[in-house]
């Protein structure tokens, strides 16, 4: 039946939805945690420069997003309404990204800075083409509370496990020391061969999550009947959809936290191979142990959301996650953490990269969980299924953020007045400072904002098993009238 809800997706489905998501990672680690570094550190972009080309990218993708979304929540053909564009992005995003990693020689400095802001433009516009259709598939492969937490917790594992992989293959046998490198961090052909690997990741993940849920089609939601469409209508229409409360704080929520996650991912490097002169070795383990933290996400995403609910879940694990993040940078700055070159402190580093992540990809899961939740709420109110508009509004809300979480990390880097020349044990008392307040008092700001405006999302479990029984009501009169 055209109209009903997709039948109960199995556990193959859930994987090759999740197994999605690792280009996305794969993407979203090399633009925040390597890009910065690669394009100011090694090629000698300024590293304002550097932030505000992908500023601008982040922009100019975000006018795409929301036109991306309803372009799929209304597009009619035999493949339904979201996997064209996710066949259609499969090359472009893979090449594009390839560029990435490969400028054209006979560039060096800010000279590359068009090069470096066209070709992420090229990559987060391609990208969208993909994301957005296919984030919102699952308002449509299930409409059941704990479900859509259970497919998007496939979801971020996979985004965080696909990341981290070619991460610490990157760092572990690609950004190696060499004689001409002194550090594995300034490899040139390192990156190259990065970005080669990367594309092809990238590629293969978004066929596999097309193709694998290429079988729900049938029976996937309907678009609304075909209407004479203005631009006029289509942004009243967004307007409309979009202007939903919990929408909108949780919105708003979202811009504060990618903000902070663009800046904590953009210096992670930076903390940890200047502020705490770990080797990439060390470094390539930390990111490693993050599997664990996915692996405890796995598990504890759901238990949570079952016993607390998603809001009350998120807010619990996200106080939690941001008091713990930047505490052992602050507890450096007033001298209490062990000296550099310990066994003793990267162990602690270890162990509190461990849980601390481990409940950040928790309350990520729960956060996005509750944007599927929306779509049956705004339903009654508009009459219309927005799943493309809903999440197409929040990865551009994310986008933005994590943007913007680049240019101020940037900025922390120019205040800290961290040259290119400078190498890990060179950085003066004054700059390490710079670098921690910076990284530490900016992370507690911007999410201690986040979680108040978090607060403000309205949708429990009660109030989306009424949404769900006045719409089958309303669906069953509506049948009744067309007999």
């Known amino acids: 039946m055209a109209e009903a809800a997709a039948r109960k997706a199995g556990i193959w489905t859930k994987l090759a939805y999740g197994f999605g998501a690792v280009g996305d990672g794969v993407k979203n680690n090399g633009f925040e945690y390597f890009l910065l570094l690669y394009y100011g550190q090694v090629l000698g972009v300024d590293f304002a420069l550097v932030g505000a080309a992908l500023l601008i990218a982040m922009i100019v993708d975000g006018v795409t997003d929301p036109i991306v979304g309803y372009w799929s929540d209304n597009l009619r053909t035999r493949f339904g309404r979201r996997h064209p564009f996710m066949y259609a992005a499969i090359i472009p995003v893979g ?75 990157a760092l572990r046998f690609l950004l190696v020391p060499t004689e001409e490198f002194g550090s594995g961090f300034f490899n040139v052909d390192g990156y190259e061969t990065y970005g080669l690997i990367s594309a092809i990741v990238i590629c293969f993940s978004v066929f596999v999550c097309a193709a694998g849920t290429h079988s729900h089609i049938p029976n996937l939601r309907q678009p609304p009947a075909a209407a004479q469409m203005t631009i006029g209508r289509v942004f009243r229409e967004i307007g409309e959809t979009l202007s939903n409360k919990s929408f909108l704080w949780l919105f708003v929520a979202t811009l504060f936290g990618f903000m902070a996650s663009g800046v904590a991912a953009t210096l992670n490097y930076f903390i940890n191979g200047f502020f705490w002169e770990f080797t990439t070795s060390q470094t390539a383990l930390l990111t490693a142990s993050v599997f664990a933290s996915a692996i405890l996400a796995l598990v504890l995403a759901p238990v949570v959301s079952k016993t607390l609910g998603k809001k009350r879940g998120a807010l619990t694990v996200g106080v939690l996650a941001f008091s713990i993040a930047p505490m052992p940078v602050l507890l450096r700055l007033i001298g209490i953490m062990p000296a550099n070159g310990t066994e003793l402190l990267f162990n602690t580093i270890l162990v509190v990269t461990v849980i601390d992540v481990a409940l950040i990809i928790t309350f990520q899961i729960l956060s996005s969980s509750m944007i599927a939740d929306i779509v049956e709420d705004s339903e009654l109110k508009t009459g219309r299924r927005s799943e493309g508009i809903f999440f197409a509004g929040i990865l551009f809300m994310r986008k933005l953020a994590r943007g913007s979480g680049l240019f101020l990390a940037s900025l922390i880097l120019a205040a800290a007045e961290l040259s290119r020349e400078m190498q890990p044990g060179d950085l003066t008392p004054e700059t390490l400072t710079m670098l921690g307040a910076g990284y530490s008092f900016g992370l507690l700001a911007l999410w201690t904002t986040m979680i108040i405006l978090l607060s403000r999302y309205k949708i429990s479990r009660e109030d989306h098993e009424a949404n769900l029984a006045a719409l089958e009501r309303s669906r069953a009169a509506a049948e009744v009238v067309e007999e």
């Open 95 to 169: 090449i594009a990204y390839f560029f990435v990693w490969n400028p054209p020689g006979g560039l060096e400095g800010n000279a590359l800075f068009p090069y470096l802001l066209a070709i992420t433009i090229a990559v987060r516009v391609s990208f969208t083409f993909y994301d957005v259709p296919s984030s919102a598939l699952v308002a449509e492969l299930t409409d059941d509370y704990d479900e859509r937490t259970s497919f998007l917790t496939f979801r971020h594992v996979f985004a965080w496990m696909g990341g981290l992989t070619i991460a610490v293959f």
